[in-house]
């Protein structure tokens, strides 16, 4: 059975409860073949501490919509004995601000907002990515197939 353990900092999302992350999660497993057993830790928060683990893990000195750490990455810096499971894939950080701006911008709500930006994480921590243009057209389709299931 697939697990999420959810931070939220002092952030709330319209229409977006602990089912419905549970949900994508499960989907999102589900239409890449993924392990059923696994896990994923998922925080929303803010532009800083976005900007400041962009800074710190990925060298850019600025804030993001959504950053992963795969289960490899994050064994180094947290000290948890999830951080050893198996099962664990890794930890999904999205910005609270940067999603609700981003849905105004493409007029979508939070939580559609919410759904692409937490897929997205989940891909990354299932090896897929977005380094070149044939792999990024296939995160996107798939991100959009999962996004079709849910919303």
């Known amino acids: 059975m697939s697990q999420v353990f959810i931070g939220y900092d002092t952030y709330g999302i319209e229409g977006v409860d602990e089912s419905f992350i549970h949900f994508i999660f499960d989907m999102t497993l589900a239409q ?4 059923q057993n696994s896990e994923v830790g998922l925080v929303v928060t803010s532009d800083e501490q976005m900007r400041s683990l962009n800074h710190r893990y990925r060298d850019k000195d600025r804030s993001t919509n959504v ?3 795969a289960n ?35 007029h979508e709500t939070s939580r559609e907002r919410f759904a692409q930006l937490f897929i997205h994480g989940v891909l990354h921590l299932l090896g897929f990515d977005h380094e070149d ?12 197939k999962i996004l079709a299931t849910i919303i």
């Open 133 to 144: 243009k044939a792999d990024a057209e296939v995160m996107e389709q798939l991100e959009d």
């Open 32 to 35: 890449v073949a993924g392990d």
């Open 72 to 106: 490899d990455e994050i064994k180094d810096f947290v000290s948890t004995e999830n951080s050893l499971d198996k099962n664990y894939l890794g930890d999904v950080y999205i910005s609270y601000p940067t999603l609700m701006r981003e849905a105004h911008d493409l």
């Open 67 to 69: 950053l992963s750490f």
